[in-house]
């Protein structure tokens, strides 16, 4: 089986990209990308915790 996106998948997917930074960049304003970078790295532990099951310690 083969999938591929098409040329208007690709320029909705551009599109949606463009849209989603510009949201993302107006919720994290007030941080200093050190802030940005801290609060990053706490979410990506976040989700591998969930994603392995959520045990707990």
């Known amino acids: 089986m083969s999938v591929a996106v098409t040329p208007q998948g690709r320029a909705a997917l551009t599109q949606?990209?463009?849209?989603?930074r510009?949201?993302?960049?107006?919720?994290?304003?007030?941080?200093?990308?050190a802030e940005r970078a801290q609060?990053?790295?706490?979410?990506?532990?976040?989700?591998?915790?969930?994603?392995d099951g959520g045990a707990e310690h």
Do not use: G, K, Y
């Open 22 to 33: 510009a949201v993302q960049e107006e919720i994290l304003f007030p941080l200093t990308q």
């Open 16 to 20: 949606l990209d463009a849209e989603a």
């Open 39 to 51: 609060l990053s790295a706490m979410l990506h532990r976040v989700f591998d915790h969930l994603r």
